[in-house]
Structures are given as structure tokens and as C-alpha cells.
């Protein structure tokens, strides 16, 4: 998956989007004792971890939808369907996947191949010839998708600190939401120029060059991807050793000191109360995002043509990504998470609650900037806080990773039962579910918060330790 006011660290810190890449730095001549802020999360101050840290950006985060209703006889809720059965594979792999990966050797390898048995089934989408082959396609596309986003989520989170987390996480998810936006316009050059060529309609061209695409990017990963900060190829002994200690420094206080199974990992995820509470969390918050595969269509009441209507969907998913990515670095900057919640979510309603009280399309094409920058900011925000927050030992958080994850997306199941085509044009039972999905995320969000000055409470009361690790909030 920030503070509202944070202390002044006096450190310099450079955000890029252009490359996805942080730069977090000082002069060396302005170097002097490390500093830790109410937590005790610490700022980095040695030249050679912000070099790390720099590598580490480079190489780890430069790596890191079109239905054919007509063509295949679709009608009813049948589009609804097809998008919602992706998400049910998709929940199914992604626990059993995050498990196994902290026991293979090579995780780049692990996420690169699939990533290419991804791309053969995306490609194959363009051979369907029925609405049951698009849903039994749809449903194989979300089990051999799973495994990418908690993998990749869960190695972030191996590598860099409680206060970094969130902004690399904005970058991964950000990437997400750009590439949702400019879909649109692929979209409307392919069916603009494509459909119909070699006698292959539009919507399979695009399946075809997704899965050859995503084919190439998956051949990078096999060499760019990191494994695990003692393992990775591409860092030198010396840069192993700081990867892996720093690490060690910014764990919490509450920490297993000892090697964990799986098994258990899981079990230790499933019974902390706080892995429901931000499941929950999470799930509200995609809950407010199921505009996601339907905002086409609310953008199609403006009465525009299909290829206008596919490039007027952009603009909004490329604002709403660089608000994100800045939520998130804001987060990390600051190490404060509730404030930032509250506010992405806030701004979310009140764009759910505009969109749903005018048909005027200027001001309704403004509320569709709204809604998706304050409902997508804070994706980075919930994830990182839960990893900051969960991660006693390195299964449980690659459990929790991919638990939040996959159960989080419920919200992606049901949600696509809430803008039926009969509610057109208003599409006020879709806007007004998801205002109050992003309400109840806001109610989750405060209860965490009290829950953990509670916990910073108890661990202070045991202990007389200086510059202990508590838990951020």
C-alpha cells in the first residue's frame, strides 16, 4: 500500500518523476550526526548509503482496458462480468506467490517469468471468440498477474527504510495510473488506426501489443530486477553489506530476532488484528477506485465520439499520478500517514459528490480530475504504512503484502456491479458508494492511528532504550 507538520531535518531531497527517479542527498561538507524523528526512524547522512540509495532507484524503479461488448455478443451485466472476474484470479495467487518467494533464490527471475506467462495470456485474449472464452481468458490473466505488484512491493520494502518506502511505492503504483491513462489514447490510435487491418479487429490489436510489449519489458527484469540485499547482482560486496545493515538499523522494537517459516509468517499475519484493520483499509480505498474501468463510460455521457472519449480519459489518470507520486514522497518526507489519508480521501468525496450533482460536461469533466487524484494519492500511503507497521519478520510481511493486496480488491469485484448502465447518465449509486467507501477508509485510517500511540505507549513504558523504533503513524 507522512506527517502533517514532521520535524525539520535539514536534509535536501530532489524528487524526479521524469526516470522515476529519488534522489535523497546533502552536500558532504554539511554532513553531520545522524538524526531521528518522532519514531525513531533515522535520516540518512552517510554519502556512501545516499549513493546506495541513489543505485537503488536507478536500477529498481526504472523497471519497474478495452472489452469487446458488440463483437462477442455481450449484453447486460456481462461487461461487468469480465471485469470483475480478473480480480478473482487475481486474489487466489497472490498469498500462495508471496509466500513462495521468500524462498526462491533468484526473485528478479520469479517476478520476470511471470511477467512473461502474463504477456502469452494477454496476447491470447485477441484468439477469443465468446463472451465464455473472454471470462475464462480474463480469469487465467488475473491468477499469472498476481504475482507481480506484492513481489515487487514486498522487495521494495527489503530495501529501503520506513521513511523511503512510501515514495518508491508511489513511483511502482504511479507507473500503474499513467499507464491506465495513457491506455486511453493507445486505444484510440489502435482502433483510429489499426481496426480492421489484416482483417483483425481493433480491441485484439490491442491485446497484442500489450502481451508483445510486455513480453520485451519482461526480458529486462531478468537482469535490472533486485533479489534480496546480500544477493542482488548488480550491487557490489560493500553496497550488499550497507544495503543489508541499514536495513537492520531502521527495524521496530517488536521485531523477531529469529528466522520465521512461511507457515508461520502467515499465521502471524492472520492473527494481528492490525493486518484486518488495514485490509479493510484498503479494501474501501479500491472500493472509492472502481470509477477505474468505467470512467469511459461516464466520460461517453459527454457525448463525444469513441475516440474522443478514449483520449479525454487520460488527462485525469496522469494528473492524479503525479499527485500521487507527491503524496507519497510527502508521506516518506514527513513519516506521517493519517493526515495524508484524510486529506486524499477528502478531496475524493467531495470530487464523487460533485460529479454526481451535475450532467454539465466542463464541471463534471472537472470533478473526473478530482475524484481520481484524491482516491488514488493515498494507495502508497496505506501500503507503505502497513509494511512500516507489520513487518516483525520478513515472511509476515511479504504475507501481509499480498494479503492487503488481493483481499483489498474485493472492492474491485463488487465495485464493478455499481455503475450499471441503467443508472446512466448520473451514475449516482456509483458515485455515492464510493463517497462513502472513502469515508469509511478515513474512520480506519484515525482507529489505526489511536491503536498504535497506544502500542508506542506500552513499548516505551517496557523499555529505557534510546533511539528505540516505534511505530509511525
Known sequence: MATHTGQALG????????????????HPAALTTTKADYVGAQTKSDPDEIRLVRKLDWFMMTTADVVPDKDLGMHGTDFNTTVSILFVGYMLMQVPSNMMITRVRRPSWYMSCWMLAWAAVSGCTALVQSYGGLVATRFILGIVEAPFYPAATFTISSFYT?????????ILYGAQILATGFSGLIAAGIFAGLDGALGIQGWRWLFIIEGSVTAFVALFGFFTLADEPLTTRWLTESERRLAHDRMERDKLADSDAEASTTWHGLFEACKDVRTWIFTL????????????SFLPTVVKTFGFSTTVTLALTC???IFAGIVGFLFGWSSGRHHERTYHITAGLGIATIGFIWAAATLNVPARYVACFVFPVGAYSVNSVIIGWASSTLAQSREKRAVIFALINSLGNLGSIYGAYLWPSTDSPLYSIGFGASAGFAFGAVALAWLMRHLLKRANKSILAMTHVENINLYGY
Open 315 to 317: 488527462p485525469p489518470y
Open 162 to 170: 520506513r521513511r523511503e518506502v512510501a515514495a518508491r511505492i508511489a
Open 281 to 292: 483499509m484498503k479494501m474501501l480505498q479500491l472500493s472509492a477506485c472502481s470509477f477505474n
Open 11 to 26: 536534509e535536501k531531497r530532489m524528487a524526479s518523476v521524469g526516470g522515476a527517479i529519488l534522489e535523497d542527498q546533502q
